[in-house]
């Protein structure tokens, strides 16, 4: 069996978890999320206490997919009770991001700004010219989201310009020397 997959997910208080015919709802303060789980894994509740239970051994990975759809489970309760952020940091001479409306606008170095429209579900923020607040509920979705823009400018190794996770380290290349 799983360890993962053993655990017990607690909801916290205000989130409701169906189950009907392998698809999951999760409801609370912040949103409604949707999932379909397989008929190998059983869903029950009881009470504020959630666990999953192997029907079907004999299926492909069950193992696999015990441990996974718990942890799915947990992060769509997680993601409607408290909802899940990324930060991206926006670094180089010029560059600075925006928001207007549902559409964050990247001046990255490019000869035009690059717009990037939020998906359903997913706000952006801009605390600073320099950092992007990614949020939603979905955590599959958010971080998605983050990787799209992410990609808009990869980091350049020798002066670290580019965006990037705010908790992310980049290592600098050495540049040129000049001659002895």
Known sequence: MSRIGKKHI???????????????????????????????????????TVSLVIVDEKADDVQAKHGLYRALLANMVKGVHDGFSRNLIVNGVGYKATVTGDKLVLNIGYSHPVEVIAPKGITFSCPSPTEVVVSGIDKELVGQTAANIKAKRPVE????????????????????????
């Open 10 to 48: 607690i909801l916290p208080a205000g989130v409701t978890l169906t189950c009907n015919d392998g698809e999951v709802t999760v409801k609370g303060a912040k949103g409604t999320l949707t999932r379909h789980i397989e008929d190998c894994i059983d869903v029950r509740v009881d009470g504020t």
């Open 157 to 180: 190794p020798y002066h670290a310009y580019g965006i990037r996770y705010k908790e992310e380290a980049v290592v600098l290349k050495e540049g040129k020397k000049a001659g002895k």
